[in-house]
């Protein structure tokens, strides 16, 4: 199991970054990278709260997606005023989630978070 | 009230748009625009119900924010196999949504709402 190493790509990839996880759609995190950069500015978003309500809405539309017609949910992206987050389906089970801080790049984090998922559902499967 | 040219603005700039729409979050949109262009491919996607259901979503993560300490919610994307969505508020009753084909310029999109929600935004005072 190297879920680590996976995040530690995306972090390392995205400028801005403030968290990563691979999460279960039960809202428990099998493995989170917080880089320490900036952590003062992060530390007052209590993200795993965050990250919980937006993986709920994830589970969701997952669910939804059945009755609507436009396909499987492959990606969420959820914007406020202090933190860009991107999340993107891995199984029926899991999703992988990046936290930005507003100046971070987000095209990159969806580009990170594309060619990360295939390997984390290699390492879940 | 000039919705139709700010949301012509929208579509026009945008490779792969297929619908825009400003809509409150009782469901009912005030103004749409479906560009002819592609329309089979769209015909199939019921995006009327697929947008209804997202922005029941933006409404919800809305109501979330004041919990979370990430800030007010500016931007929710939603984005599955046949249909990138991207939807920006607009006030607190309104926001804008913008529907792409999957090969569509997401970027520009995102770029486009951000730049038509204050105009909108005037539009409805």
Same mark, same amino acid.
């Given at each position: 199991?190297?879920? *680590?190493?996976?995040? =530690?790509?995306?972090?390392?990839?995205?400028?801005?970054?403030?968290?990563?996880?691979?999460?279960?759609?039960?809202?428990?995190?099998?493995?989170?990278?917080?880089?320490?950069? &900036?952590?003062?500015?992060?530390?007052?978003? $209590?993200?795993?709260?965050? @990250?919980? =309500?937006?993986?709920?809405?994830?589970?969701?539309? %997952?669910?939804?997606?059945?009755?609507? %017609?436009?396909?499987?949910? !492959? =990606?969420?992206?959820?914007?406020?005023? *202090?933190?860009?987050?991107?999340? &993107?389906?891995?199984?029926? $089970?899991?999703?992988?989630?990046?936290?930005?801080?507003? $100046?971070?790049?987000?095209? %990159?984090?969806?580009?990170?978070?594309?060619? !990360?998922?295939? *390997?984390? !559902?290699? =390492? @879940?499967?």
């Amino acid at each position: 199991m190297a879920f *680590k190493e996976h995040l =530690e790509a995306v972090v390392g990839s995205v400028d801005g970054s403030v968290a990563c996880s691979v999460m279960g759609f039960d809202g428990i995190a099998v493995e989170t990278l917080q880089p320490d950069a &900036r952590a003062e500015d992060v530390a007052a978003l $209590d993200l795993q709260a965050a @990250l919980v =309500e937006y993986g709920n809405i994830l589970g969701q539309l %997952k669910n939804t997606a059945q009755t609507l %017609k436009t396909g499987a949910v !492959a =990606e969420l992206s959820v914007n406020s005023e *202090k933190v860009l987050t991107i999340m &993107r389906m891995v199984n029926n $089970d899991y999703f992988v989630v990046l936290a930005l801080l507003p $100046d971070g790049n987000y095209g %990159k984090g969806r580009y990170a978070l594309r060619i !990360a998922a295939p *390997k984390l !559902a290699r =390492e @879940l499967a």
